[in-house]
Every structure is written in C-alpha cells, then in structure tokens.
C-alpha cells in the first residue's frame, strides 16, 4: 500500500509540474482567483459561459487549480486543462539517454499513424460482401446481352443450337493421315504414281509444274485472249446455226439445202481440177446416191400421199404441183453425172435458161429453182405454164426486183449468202409489203427474162387489168383462191410457184388487211384510217416497205396468221368488207349511228352524272332551321315565319371536308361507313405499330403463294422458331455464340477456402466501406 | 390443207416419275389475281379455325402412382424417359414412348421432396421427408442384387428440394440452409444463408452455372453465387414464391411462381422491378418450367389448369385442364420442346402437346409449307376482331370461369377506388404507383 501510495504522490507531483508550466503557454485567465471555495469557482464558469455566449470570446479559458479534488487512482486528471496530457511530455523531464530517444522515437511514429477504427458489424461486413458479389456477378451477365437482344429479334431461330460445325481441312493433311490398306485401294495409290499424280501437296504434276513454269506472262495472256477469241467466235457461230436451225420456212430449208450442193458441185469442179482422183470418189458417191434412187420409189408418186394427191390432182393446182415436184427430184436425182465436156456445153445453153451450175446473182430465180438438167427444166416449166397462166406474170417480177439492188450492192459476197439473205429478207418483208406489180421495175426485169419475155408482158398486162377491176369480181377470185395462196406462202414450190407465191402475199395481204381493219373497226376507230392510209402509200411508194417499224409488221403477221386459220369468218365478211377505206370509214360512222339509236333511249352519261350529283347533295351536311313558328309574331295557317327570323335561328353546318371524288368526274365514291365492314375491321392500332400507314401495309402485302414467288413465299412464311423432333435442346451455352467459357470450375474457389478474398477484391470492399 | 399446230416441249410438262408434282406454271401478274387482302383474310380466318378444330392437346394419361406426384424430372440424355416422385416416397421411371413406368423404387419415407438428375443421365437423386439425400443409379439393378441407393446422406434437418449443377459433381439442396454438396463427399462443402426461415426449392442457372436461385418461404427470393460463395441479392415479394425457372437461353432472366397466382419474370440485375408479370391463373401458382427454346414457359397451378406463357406477353396464350385433374403439382417442359408433363394430385402424369393444334409426325414439305403459311396468316390477322375472338376462345371449367370473373370484378374495384383516393386527395399527395412495383416489397442488398 505504501508503495503504491508513493507513486501515487510522484504522479501528483508530475501533474503539478506540469500544471504550473500552463501559464506560460496560455494567458491568464482575467477572473483569476485563488479562493478556494466551490461556490465560487462554479459562479466564475457560469460567468465565463453566459460570457461566451455573446460569441466574441469563445475561446476556452483553462483554469488553474491545485490538485483536483479528484484524485483517480487510474489516471491523471487533466481537468481544467485545454490540452491532453501526451505521454512523451511525462518523459520530459528525465534526462535524455540514448534509450529513451529510442522510445520517444517509437512513440512518436506511433502518434503519427491514424487510430485503427473499430472493427465493422459482421452484418454490415456480409453486405458489403453480398454487394461485392453481386456487382461481379451482373458484370459477367452482361455479356449475354448482345446474345439475348439477337435472339429476341432473330428472323428465325434454329433448335438445337450448337452445330456440327464442319471442320475444312486442306486435303493434303487429310491426305496425309491416310494410308492405303486394302488391296483396292493400293492399287489405286499406284495406278495414281504411275501417273505422277501428285498424292499430297502441292498438288500439281510434274508436267503441269513443267507447263507453269515454261509460260510466261506475256505467253499466257496472248494464249487466254486467243482463247478467249475462239470461244467467242464459237459461240457465235453456235447461235447463229441455232436461229438459223429455228426458222420453219421449208423454202427457206430447202433453199439452203440448195445452196449447199451448189457449193458442193462447185468444190467438186475445182476438185477436179486440182485433184482428179478426190474427184473421181466424189462423183462416186454421187453416183451411189443415184443407185439409190433408182433403187428405191420414193420420189415415183406411187405411195399413200402421192395416192391421195392424184385423186386430188383434176381439181387441186396445188396437189398437181406438188406431185410434179416430187417427179422432178426423183429426175434430179436419177440424173447421171455430166462428163467434164458435156458439162462445158451445158454451160453455155444454161446461160439461156438460168443455168444452174453458174454463180449467177442476177438471175436468181433460175437458180432456186435449181434443176441440173436443163431439158427437164425446162419440160416442167412448159408444164407450169399450161397449168397457170395467171401466176407466171409475177413470177420472175418480184425476186428480179428485190435481188437487183442487193446484187449490185454486195457484188462480192458469195452468191449463196445474197440468196439466203434476200430470203430472209424477204420472209420479213412478206407479211407487210405492198408491193405492186406495176410499180415494180420491170425494164430489169424484162433484161433478165430471156425466153418467155413477150408471154411475160401480155400476162402482166393481163393482171394489171385485173387488179385494176371492180373489186367484187377480184374479191370473188381471190375469195376462192385464198386458202389455196396462204398455203403456198408457206411452201415454196420449185420455179413455178415462184410467181404465185410472191405475188400472193400482196393480194392476199391488202385482202387480209381491208379485213382486219373490218374487224377493228369495231374495237379501235383510230386504227382504221392511219392503216389505211398506210396502205395507200406503201402502194404508191413501194420501195418505202422497207422503213415500215418491225412492230408493225410483226402485227400484221399476227392478224394475217388469225385470218389463215380462221378461214370461215373472213370470206363472210368479205362481202362487205373491201370497199375503200373511205368507204369502211362510212360503215364505221353508220354502224355508231346505228348504236346511238339502238340505244336512244337511255342516256347513260347523265343518269350517272345526275346520279353523283344527288350523292353529293346527300352527303352535304344540312342546316338545322331552328325557327318556330307562332313565335314573337302571328301564327296561323299560310303565314311562314319572316325571313329575318328565319336567317337567325338557321344554324349553319360547318363545311365538310370536300369529297375525295371531286376530281374524279366519272366515279362516285361513297363515304359512308361500311356497318357490316366495320366488323371485320381493327378498330385500334395494335401494339407495335407506331403509324396506322405502317400497319395498313403490313396488311396489304401479301404472303401467299398467289402472289408470290416460291422462293420470296418460303422467306416470307418462314417459321419463328425451328426445332427438330427427337432432338435434346440444350442451354445456350458460351461456346455456342463463341464467347470463351470460363476454363475454371465453378467449385475452385469453393473448395479452396469459403470466405478468402482476393487482393482487388479486398481493394475493392475497401472503396465501398469509404462510400 | 396444212394445219399448223401450236408446238409444245413435252420437257416442260411432262413429270419425270409419278410421284413427282405437276408443274403448275404460273402468271404473276397482280391483275389476274386481285383481292389479295380479302382473300388472305379469309385464309387467315379459317386457319384460325381450322386451328381451334385440330387443338387436342392431351396425348397421355400414366397412372400407377399411389399418391399424389410431388416432384418430375426429365433424363438429360433420352427424351423419352422421366422421373417422378410421389408423396408416400415412391418414385417411378417412365417410358414416355411405350406411356409405362419400367422402374419402381420406395426411396423414402414420407414425401418426395425433390427429385434431380444428374448431367450425364447415369444417376439421379432424390431429397425426402425423412432427412436424407440418397443417389439412386439409372438403370435398374441387375438379377439378384437388391434395389438400394448408390449413396445415402443423412441431413440434420429436412431437405426441401435438391438441384444438380449442370456441368460439375455438385448438388445444392435447400432446406433451413442452401448447402452444396461434392457428390463424394458426406457434408456440404458450402451452405449458405440469408434469414432464418425455410427455403422451399433451390435451381442452377443453366448458363452460368455457378449462380444459383432460391425461394424462401418469408416471400424471399434469394440468389447465390456458388464461386464466391455467398448470397448475391434478396427480393421480398408481396407473397410467397412457391419455384423459381431459370430461361435456358437469356442467362439473367428467371421467372419466380407466386403464391398470389402470378407468375413474375426478373432480370436478375434489376430485382426491383419484374420484367413481367404473368397473370391468369385463379389460384397459387405451384410450379413452373421453361421451354428449351426460351421462348415460353407452363405453369402449374392450384386451380386445377395448367397455362402456357409466352416470355414476353403478359396473359397465358393457352390453357390445359381435364376433369379429371386436380391441383397440379409439378409440370414439366420435355427437351424437344415440344411435349408437355404435369403430376397432379390425383396420382396421375398426364402428357401434352406443347402447341395444341400441332400435327404429330412426319409432315411432308407441302403440309409444312400449309402449316407455315397458315400461322403467318395467324399472325398477320391477329388484330381483327374476329380472328382474335376465335382464336382467344378456350372451354373454362366453370370453377376457373366463374374465378376470373370474380377476380375481374376485384381488381375492377380496386382500381376504382386507387382512382377514386387520387380523385378525392389532394392533387400530388397520392402517387399512382405502378402495378409491377406494387409486387415488390423490398429488395435486400
């Protein structure tokens, strides 16, 4: 006890030591006061307070007292001071030694650092944890945002997700991992090294590694370019022979067919020139196809159709002819193959007939008629005539006509080509052309004909006449021949028909037209005279058929086609139908008089119109007359309320909006709404759409397959949502949409310690706890 | 006379074999087919019916249960197998396929509580009443051995339900605490809580798979992060939340089934507001799973119906309900999506057809073309009145009709009078607050 009792008066001693030091460091308080009394002391702090109250001396004034009253046994009482007791200061008066340094130095970096706080709540620590946590986990989450947006707006989702992606490997690493096993296959490996075929990479062979290495640029692109020619000119070539091959003219055929053995007979004669002995095989198989000729009975008019012809033969030119031609191919063809003489003589009687065998331009009539022997040539032309004398004037007419220009124009081409192209030419110009004998030039013609030039003249006189007749007698003969021409057109017959088929075409046409513009009449008025007119100027001006519009011709061809196969109607009509256009345009007149008084009764334009004039009426909004009568003034029977009160009780209607038909002169649209419509109709804009525009042409645009193409219906029908039955769906997972999964198992952190944290992780709770 | 004939390419008509279908050439010329709108709305409008004619969704009744059906489970590996827990702790293996139970097992006493299989499909477990945790094999056992669990661990408490993670060895059960479980191990390797109260079921997320959901039966709902190992958030609803689903393809997004017959769908950043709220059902919602595709889910509920939800529409694009089916307990949505199973209290598992109207089989290509010109003209037409009152039509049992008009009335009245409070205070003083955030009480960080 006395022990402690001593130190008990060290540290009193102490405090009052540093007591008195006060003083010094603080001044004096202005109530300084020895009194002991209590009373007192606590009447100066009071004082002192209500002091400080007025705010200009806050400043806490220490109080110097003795020794308090009291005394802990615990610590030093530092009442009545401003300032903590420090512990270092305790130190202070005790001399300094070397170890004490030490531990006032201690002390000192101690009282530098921050008092440690109190440890948080356990709760408020899981918190903060829980928060931690959870900012993680929504930070790893949102990664699949991106995913989950595609997928909600995806056009089509396909189920299962992850594929069976195929892996694509170079085939030489296939290649590589694989060897030859069974017997087959080793085989295969050797068969492939003969060859040098290269197993694995690269895969070029030899000679192909040789060929690259040998060709230079320059080399390849000069070979690629002629390639590149060749195809080109190949393929023109293809599409040439396919058009050529689609046209059906049988003339046409033939005529090549024609051209062609000329050609051949040609190169024949060279040949035999050159190389008598290719020639001699030549004319061999010539004479083969003669023996077979011979042998066979083809062309001798004794089968099933010749037959039937023959029966036909009195009364049909056209069978008669037919049956003639077929004759003089079997002839042809039995011919015996001219010696070299004989075929130098022949040239030269040729010449007065149209010899076949010469390149003739001019005269190119002959020459499709092409018979090599010119007696029998000429023993069927005499037939021919006797048949027809009214064909024959046309017959040498219009091709002379038309090759005339066309030969001097191209003088080098071959001859066979002028003529396919005059053919051509000419099966384009068919259909349209008005041409007329008169207007033909006949002084080249008449140069060209040689032997039947004088019959020529008189029988083209004879036709002109007959074109120039009254037109019922040219529509009866021509009503009769008609079918028998449109057939012909379509087959051309050796030289004999060459006149009919040439000028058929011109008759039969102004024919065919006077009756399609009978029969437009009634549809088109406006076709009528422009046609017509037409017509007459290509009859004045034939050499201007060709600058007819191919669009018009193409038409014409239609409606001459129509009129072939419709053969019934047209000749009934005929009767009627060619007069001049002037005279159509007066049926036409008269057949609309006839209309308006058929139909005189009824005006239908003003009923309508009447009509929508009620209808607008109605539709106007009415004033509202709201006058009584009897009202201010006298009533009775016949007295109408004043026209001053009228005008102010009439409530006028607000104008409308105008009518959505008011610009439309020949509709009535009725606006009123639709009852048994409106139950079939969305009332309300439905979620989505933002615009009714928006959702009325969702509406409009059809999906069905009526409307639609296969391929845009399939896209437009495609499903939401594909799954396949019997298979497993399985969760979306990270490496289906190609994010990497986490390599770490979900347990790692788990098994190793619960409730450790990481580093950041404490870093971070640290920021929070701060916040 | 020649005739000419009009010359055709056999080529272009003529069929190469029997079966192939006549070329039907076609002139698109919007002239030749007019009255497209009209037209495709009657197509519309008898596909919907035509819709409503074929709708027979119920495919299969599987009875042998000797009490109600506590619990399903699908097999990750074969579709046609699944799992079943009843209330006097029988659980039965079923062959959808043959519609037989091949496999019997008395596995507790008491309930079933929950029932799980494992991700490679060779095991499964089951949590019951009587304080276990048993790991049963898939396949049957051989010729003379005795039917007995692979492991059996015995618990402190009852376990509630029981999830098995998708990838790893794990299982979380719940009970007074979510604890995880190493398959090879006898104590948890982690329990986890929040609160003190029950946890009546605990799910994975299928696509984070350390996350997991848990409800509680304080009207908590709690999410856990299994790699951290502690609870991320709470949210306290106004009513219990008797499951939680997870969607299977948008990670942050589960759908909670609520004892106050809604269903609230969450993202799982922002527990604050529901994303949706599912209501039509007139009775607690018990049980709820998603379609593989994420695009619906089935609820199973209380009032004796179970409803298919699309995610994103507030109301049930379809309900299902027979007789004879008494508060449905588990439902279940196959992994083909396309069938659908429930376990009801009258000891049956009925089977369904995901989307009622659908044909089943093969369908050749034009049936699926039909099909799918048919159902976008469904939904092109789907605002007309017409097409929209018959396709919404569906047979209530008068129970459930009489319930919704009931229903319809209170909330009727309860609106008016939260207008009549705004109407008759002064302006501002009363807040209209919306009907998704009066759901949520609080969310607990």
């Known amino acids: 006890m006395s022990s402690s009792r001593a130190a008990e008066s060290l540290l009193a001693l102490n405090q009052q030591e540093e007591l008195e030091d006060l003083p010094r460091e603080y001044p004096l308080s202005t109530s300084e006061d020895e009194g002991d009394s209590d009373g007192e002391r606590k009447h100066q702090k009071l004082l002192e307070a209500i002091s400080s109250l007025d705010g200009k001396n806050r400043w806490k004034l220490a109080e110097r007292s003795e020794a308090s009253l009291k005394v802990s046994e615990f610590s030093v009482s530092s009442e009545g001071s401003g300032e903590k007791l420090v512990l270092s200061d305790l130190l202070e008066p005790v001399k300094t030694s070397s170890s004490l340094a030490a531990v006032k130095k201690q002390l000192n970096r101690v009282k530098s650092k921050k008092t440690v706080e109190l440890p948080l709540h356990r709760e408020e620590i899981e918190r903060i944890h829980r928060e931690v946590a959870f900012n993680k986990t929504s930070q790893v989450l949102s990664k699949w945002d991106p995913v989950v947006q595609k997928n909600r707006q995806a056009e089509q989702l396909v189920f299962p997700l992850s594929k069976q992606q195929s892996i694509f490997a170079p085939i030489e690493h296939v290649v590589s991992g694989w060897k030859a096993r069974t017997p087959l296959e080793q085989e295969i490996f050797n068969l492939l090294h003969k060859n040098k075929q290269p197993v694995t990479d690269p895969l070029l062979t030899p000679m192909e590694k040789a060929s690259l290495k040998a060709m230079s640029l320059e080399e390849v692109k000069m070979r690629r370019a002629e390639l590149q020619r060749a195809r080109a000119l190949q393929s023109y070539y293809e599409a040439r022979a396919r058009r050529e091959k689609k046209i059906k003219s049988k003339k046409y055929h033939k005529l090549l067919k024609k051209g062609k053995a000329k050609q051949a007979l040609k190169e024949f004669e060279k040949l035999r020139k050159v190389n008598p002995a290719a020639a001699l095989e030549e004319l061999e198989k010539l004479e083969k196809a003669r023996m077979m000729e011979r042998m066979s009975l083809k062309h001798q008019n004794s089968g099933k159709w010749a037959k039937s012809k023959a029966v036909m033969a009195k009364y049909d030119l056209e069978a008669r002819q037919a049956m003639q031609e077929q004759l003089a191919r079997n002839k042809e063809l039995m011919q015996k193959i001219q010696a070299a003489s004989e075929s130098a003589e022949e040239e030269g009687g040729a010449e007065e007939e149209g010899e076949p065998f010469v390149p003739d331009v001019v005269n190119e009539v002959q020459v499709k008629a092409d018979t090599p022997n010119p007696w029998m040539f000429r023993n069927h032309s005499g037939d021919t005539k006797e048949a027809e004398v009214q064909g024959d004037p046309e017959e040498l007419a219009e091709p002379a006509a038309q090759e005339a220009p066309e030969s001097e124009e191209e003088g080098p081409v071959v001859a066979e080509e002028i003529l396919l192209k005059e053919f051509k030419e000419r099966r384009s110009l068919r259909q349209k052309s008005r041409l007329n004998q008169i207007a033909k030039p006949v002084g080249s013609q008449e140069a060209k004909d040689l032997s039947s030039q004088e019959v020529l003249s008189e029988l083209r006189a004879l036709s002109q006449k007959l074109n120039r007749e009254s037109h019922q007698s040219r529509k009866q003969e021509l009503s009769s021949t008609r079918t028998v021409l449109a057939v012909q057109r379509e087959e051309p017959a050796g030289e004999e028909e060459e006149p009919l088929l040439l000028q058929r075409p011109e008759r039969a046409r102004t024919l065919d037209e006077l009756e399609e513009l009978g029969k437009e009449g009634c549809f088109q008025n406006k076709e009528l005279p422009r046609v017509a007119v037409e017509g007459q100027q290509l009859e004045r001006n034939p050499s201007n058929h060709l600058g007819v519009p191919k669009e018009k011709k193409r038409k014409e061809q239609m409606i001459d086609l129509q009129n072939l196969l419709t053969t019934k109607s047209p000749s009934m009509k005929s009767l009627a139908v060619p007069t001049t256009v002037e005279e159509l345009e007066d049926e036409e007149r008269d057949q609309r008089q006839m209309i308006k008084e058929a139909f005189a009764g009824d005006d239908v334009i003003r009923d309508f119109l009447k009509e929508k004039r009620e209808a607008v009426e109605a539709s106007k909004p009415k004033d509202v007359d709201l006058t009584l009568p009897g009202w201010g003034e006298w009533g009775g029977v016949g007295l109408k309320p004043s026209a001053k009160k009228r005008r102010r009780f009439l409530v006028k209607a607000p104008e409308g909006p105008p009518r959505k038909d008011k610009n439309l002169p020949n509709v009535i649209l009725n606006e009123k709404r639709n009852i048994h419509a409106v139950a079939h109709q969305v009332r309300m804009l439905p979620y989505p759409f933002t615009h009714h525009q928006q959702f009325e042409r969702t509406i409009q645009t059809p999906i069905g397959s009526t409307w639609n193409t296969q391929r845009s219906f399939q896209k437009l029908t495609m499903p939401k949502v594909v799954t396949k039955p019997g298979h497993i769906i399985k969760p979306i997972k990270a490496e289906d949409v190609g994010y990497r999964s986490s390599s770490r198992s979900d347990l790692s952190v788990v098994q190793r310690n619960p409730k450790r944290l990481s580093i950041r992780h404490k870093k971070q709770l640290k920021k929070i706890s701060v916040d | ?445």
């Open chain 2, 1 to 445: 006379m020649k005739v000419k004939m009009l010359s055709r390419n056999p080529d272009s008509y003529v069929r190469e074999t029997k079966l192939d279908l006549q070329r039907v050439p076609r002139n698109y010329d919007p002239t030749l087919h007019p009255f497209e709108v009209p037209r495709e709305y009657v197509r519309a409008l008898n596909a919907t019916k035509l819709e409503r004619v074929f709708a027979k969704p119920f495919l299969a009744s599987l009875d042998g249960h000797r009490d109600g059906v506590s619990c399903l489970a699908k097999h990750p590996k074969s579709l046609a197998t699944v799992l079943s827990g009843a209330c006097d702790g029988e659980v039965r293996i079923w062959n959808l396929t043959k519609r037989k139970c091949i496999r019997m097992i008395q596995a507790h006493e008491g309930f079933v509580r929950g029932i799980c299989t494992r991700f490679c499909g060779t095991s499964f477990f089951t949590v019951g009443d009587d304080k276990t945790v048993k790991q049963w094999k898939m396949d049957g056992p051989s010729y003379g051995e005795e039917e007995e669990p692979l492991h059996t661990i015995l618990g402190k408490t009852v376990y509630t339900g029981i999830d098995h993670h998708w990838k790893e060895a794990v299982f979380a059960t719940c009970g007074q605490q979510v604890d995880i479980w190493d398959e090879q191990r006898t104590s948890p390797i982690c329990s986890m809580t929040w609160g003190f109260d029950s946890i009546s079921s605990v799910k994975f997320n299928p696509i984070e798979t350390f996350l997991l959901g848990s409800c509680a039966s304080d009207r908590n709902i709690v999410l856990y992060d299994m790699r951290q190992a502690t609870p991320l958030k709470k949210v306290i609803l106004d009513m219990r939340t008797n499951t939680i689903c997870w969607n299977p393809m948008e990670a942050f997004i589960f759908t909670a089934a609520n004892e106050d017959y809604n269903l609230y769908t969450f993202d799982m950043r922002a527990l604050d507001t529901p994303v949706m709220i599912h209501m039509d059902h007139v009775s607690a919602v018990l049980d709820v799973d998603y379609s593989p595709t994420g695009k619906d889910f089935v609820s199973a509920s209380f009032d004796k119906s179970i409803r298919i939800f699309p995610v994103d529409r507030s109301r049930s694009r379809e309900v299902y309900h027979t007789k004879r089916m008494q508060h449905v307990i588990c439902v279940k949505w196959t992994s083909d999506s396309k069938y659908i199973m429930c376990g009801s209290d009258e000891m049956n598992i009925r089977l369904w057809k995901a989307n009622a109207s659908e044909k089943l089989g093969v369908l050749t290509s034009r049936e699926k073309a039909a099909t799918d010109y048919n159902q976008r003209l469904k939904e092109k037409f789907q605002h007309h009145p017409h097409i929209k009152r018959i396709s919404r039509h569906r047979h209530l049992p008068k129970s459930i009709y009489s319930q919704i008009q009931e229903q319809r009335i209170m909330k009727e009245a309860r609106r008016r009078k939260e207008l009549n409070r705004i109407k008759h205070s002064k302006p501002g003083s009363v807040q209209r607050v919306s009907e998704k955030k009066k759901r949520v009480v609080a969310v607990v960080k």
